[in-house]
């Protein structure tokens, strides 16, 4: 009952957060626009500052673990690998095949990941070590996802290896991850209220993402591309989780370490593929779907997951 409650708690607030975001979409308080405006603000100004905070309140020498790193960097090159080449025998259509890789491997693992891993540890636990995790796969991310919609998509917009690494260089994320190593290496201490400040932005950063993830659902389009996107859920939220979760086991993982490598497995797909789908040439109504779809039920299998893993004492 203990575990069950831990569970509940830890995938309740996704749902509940989610469902008031598509709630306000339907009333009217929000509509497409909106949400794309407000994420692009909260993701240039919230999210860095969530990143810098985390770093520079924690303990890098403790958070740097580089077996997990390691371990996280070639699963995510793994599943890439074999989604890529599972896809181009099954999918016939260029400016599908970049969006189903994407949506198979990508993971929305900063909106969702993050917050679920919070949850689901004892209160007072340092996640600093899931920050550190994000800011060496999501570049990885992204990289992948050019070269997925480049190579295997109808990409219109080719992007050289120097804008490729300004790209990535740029991004709010690694950014404020940056910001923060540099202060800690510097020692340098900031006031306590430009910190409190910090602090209330990082708090209020998933939330927010969260309730706009909600905004962006539409399930009206579904219905007429089940027969692609049922597939890729079902490897997106069951077959990927189950596969590296037992690697994860096997590797000797515990606690919060087999909880980060939930979060970045487990989660569903990330809400930025379906922009750069949007950017590069790819299908854009197959990636809303597939972020959608896998959005919508992960609440599901993350409580699924979470409960499993919590009764069987590895987190």
Known sequence: MENLKVCVNAVLPIFIVTAAGYLARRLGCLNGDDVFRFNKLVFNFFMPVMMFYNVYVSDLAVSFNHKLLV??????????????????????????????????????FVIIGLPLVQQLMPEGTDCSLVIVLIATVVPLYNVLAVVSLELFGENKQKLSKLELAADILKNPMILGTIAGVLFYILDIRLPSGVVNAAKQMANATSPLLMFLLGGFFDFSGLKNQLHEVTPVVICRLVIIPAVMLAIGYMLGFRGIEFASIMAVFAAPTAIASFTMAQQMGGEPELAGNIVVATSALCPVTLFAWSMLLKTAGVI
Do not use: D
């Open 71 to 108: 371990c996280s960097l070639l699963g995510v090159l793994m599943v890439w690998l074999v989604c890529t080449l599972a896809v181009l025998h099954t999918e016939k259509i260029p400016a599908r095949r970049g969006v189903m890789i994407q949506g198979l491997y990508r993971s929305n």
